[in-house]
């Protein structure tokens, strides 16, 4: 997984409350291997037509088109659990969602990919929209380790996040690389639970 | 200290704790053909799965559900028979258990599992979807995870998880006429909001669930992710015990004993403390419909389509006006008033044998006017069906009975609404394209669905029934 640390990029507002992962990616562009190509997946039904022209949607738009954060409304990512939904946003350039409420699945998915889901408040998302809407191609700064979020105009939000969660962004560390520190405790885990339920492995 | 039912099971399957993030045990994983990215991963970094024994394949989600006879090689699509052939290499590889597209036990993986006894009270399972929240009916923790999460479980049968909030939704009383669970769960959606249970886990308790059966229950459960809940739960009592007595993966002799004695011990303890409390009766839910795009757009049947000018925050009035737009209903028309080109009645919210037997109870009373398809859960289901000759009452009444699979919930195998089709349909989500580019979604019980197949049109199924 590649590190987050800061950040200072073009960001796009999306004013829809609700954004669903299968407007993220179709349903049908699960099945497409992670890579490039999902660049143009991402919001796919919503930017191009059926012929393949391109609708009007502002991540078609100069300058947002180069976008790396996505300032969104609350509960960005419901829906269904694709990882997939994932890879369109980091494979566009998105290195940053910042929102007032994630579903839990794909807040967790961004994590496990080295994109960071930001939390502020309603008001707040709402402001930075519209200082975003207003001033095209205005950047924001996002800064992990000080877990801040700095507009154009030099106010500075602070964002919370879990500190398991931050050392693993920074540092590009996967969970396994984690999970497998703990062998032993695994081990002895295992060998009682089997014991307990031995059905579970028949 | 008192316990809920969900701090029984997570204390159970800790096995360490590092600055509040849990590494827990996995007891089940649950995958479909669109794992792909999360065995492409595994082989990837050069793992193999730690106990294949306890992960299981379904194919359910790119399977057509017409021409099965010739098994994978009768798919005519490349694109999707290649999605089947690759979870059964990636099943073979890894030595993993696979219901195919040719096993008389196939179906969806949030049908299957209960049917065959792999979901149990007090196991934590994981599924390669949203929906695993279903099998929480039997008073196990289950929830969907993405493609990283489960390669992390393949290879170590663990899972790194902070503790979510608790939430409990007591509903008292018996439904009214014509109320199934599917209205119970729209209703429960539209009171907390698809964002309501975000960072929660929902415990479904009070007399109404106790006297609820586990088809009813899995319903109910499986649509706690469209509440914004992870997890939704129901603990297990005589009739979950009464259900997975003699299937296939339940424990047997005196390990059924030992497994009793450990899920009797599951229900949340008198007194034991909720994050977050919702009460109902269930005697105020009427039979319900989505009118828009999301799940909470919705409400009883005999209601308008709101209109956004009478809406006060300015974001909702948006989100509203936007979805009567996409569904090109016009503010204040009766729900009763909305014609359907298409009824689809299945999927893993509602293609169990209950949910078939009150659609066909509706069937039977008239002829299908528009295009209505029957798509069990799985081959059991439809067997059961078959056998109490439900298929016939759809078929008389100008029903397709089709093969076992996800089919138009999710429109990835072929079978799609064209743009601009509207459809009644039993399954879980009313999102844009959903069902298809450009389609429409109305989200309804199964009976609701089949009086939608015979009127043309969304209908008070109440009516119907009372007609008789
Ligand atoms: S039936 Fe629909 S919701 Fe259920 S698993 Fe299949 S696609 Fe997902």
């Known amino acids: ?202 | 200290m008192p316990l809920t039912l969900l701090e029984k099971i997570w204390n159970r399957h800790v096995v360490v704790e590092e600055a509040g993030e849990l590494l827990l045990h996995v007891d089940r994983a649950l995958v479909h053909e669109g794992a792909s990215h999360a065995f492409d991963k595994l082989v990837q970094e050069g793992r193999t799965i730690a106990r294949p024994r306890q992960v299981f394949a379904f194919t359910d989600h790119y399977v057509p559900t017409s021409g099965r006879e010739n098994g994978v090689a009768g798919i005519a699509n490349a694109e999707i028979r290649n999605m089947v052939i690759q979870l059964q290499a990636n099943a073979a590889k890894h030595g993993v258990t696979l219901f195919g597209i040719d096993d008389a036990r196939q179906g969806i993986l949030h049908i299957v599992p209960p049917e065959q006894g792999i979901t149990q009270p007090g196991l934590l399972i994981c599924g390669a979807d949203s929906h695993t929240a279903t099998h929480g009916a039997f008073g196990c923790l289950a929830f969907g995870i993405g493609a990283s999460d489960m390669m992390h479980v393949m290879a170590t049968q663990t899972l790194w998880q902070r503790r979510q909030q608790s939430m409990r939704v007591t509903l008292e009383g018996e439904p009214g006429f014509g109320v199934s669970p599917k209205d119970i769960i729209l209703a429960i959606i539209a009171k907390i909001g698809v964002d309501g249970g975000t960072g929660h886990i929902i415990e479904y308790a009070g007399s109404t669930f106790r006297n609820m059966s586990m088809e009813g229950r899995m319903t109910v459960c499986n649509m706690s992710i469209e509440a914004g809940a992870r997890a939704g739960m129901v603990a297990p009592d005589d009739t979950t015990y009464a259900y997975m007595q003699g299937r296939p993966y339940a424990p047997k002799g005196a390990q059924w004993d030992a497994a009793m004695a450990m899920w009797q011990a599951l229900p949340t303890d008198e007194g034991a403390h909720f994050d977050r409390e919702v009460a109902m009766q269930a005697a105020d839910i009427a039979p319900m419909v989505t009118w828009g795009t999301n799940p909470q757009q919705g409400g009883p049947v005999t209601g308008l389509v709101p209109d956004p000018r009478d809406i006060k925050d300015a974001v909702t009035a948006q989100e509203v006006a936007s979805a009567i737009d996409y569904q090109a209903l016009a503010p204040g028309m009766a729900l009763t008033d909305i014609r359907v080109d298409k009824v689809f009645i299945g999927s893993c919210t509602n293609g169990r044998i209950e949910d078939l037997r009150a659609a066909a109870a509706v069937a039977r009373l008239g002829k299908a006017v528009v295009p209505a398809w029957v798509v069990a859960g799985s081959q059991p289901v439809k067997r059961q069906a078959e056998a109490e000759g439900l298929d016939t009452i759809f078929k008389n009444a100008g029903f397709e009975w089709r093969e076992p699979g996800c089919s138009l919930c999710t429109a990835i195998n072929g079978d799609q609404l064209r743009p601009g089709e509207r459809c009644a349909s039993t399954s879980n989500r009313n999102f844009k394209g959903r069902q298809g580019t450009g389609g429409r979604t109305h989200l309804v019980s199964p009976a609701m669905a089949a009086a939608a197949a015979i009127r043309g049109r969304l209908t008070d199924v109440r009516e119907l029934l009372k007609a008789t």
């Open chain 1, 1 to 202: 997984m590649n590190p987050f640390t800061t950040i200072t990029a073009i960001a796009a507002p999306i004013d829809e409350p609700n954004v669903d992962t299968n407007q993220l990616c179709p349903t049908r562009f699960n099945k497409v291997p992670r890579g490039p190509a999902h660049a143009r997946i991402l919001f796919h039904d919503r930017r191009f037509n059926a012929d393949g022209s391109e609708k009007e949607h502002i991540l078609n738009a100069e300058p947002f088109n180069r976008a790396q954060i996505i300032v969104a409304d609350r509960n960005w990512g419901s829906g269904s659990s694709r990882e997939s939904a994932v890879y369109a946003l980091y494979e566009f350039g998105i290195r940053c969602v910042i929102a007032p409420s994630f579903a839990d699945i794909h807040s967790n998915n961004c994590y496990k990919n080295g994109l960071l889901p930001v939390i502020l408040g309603e008001a707040q998302c709402a402001a930075l929209r519209a200082q975003l809407r207003d001033n095209p191609g205005a950047t924001l700064s996002v800064d992990l380790a000080a877990q801040t979020v700095t507009d154009a105009q030099g106010a500075t939000h602070h964002f919370e996040i879990h500190p398991v969660r931050k050392k693993c962004l920074l540092e590009g560390l996967d969970d396994i690389a984690r999970t497998t520190q703990y062998r032993d405790a695994l081990d002895a885990f295992e060998a009682a639970y089997k014991n307990e339920r031995p059905w579970l492995q028949a």
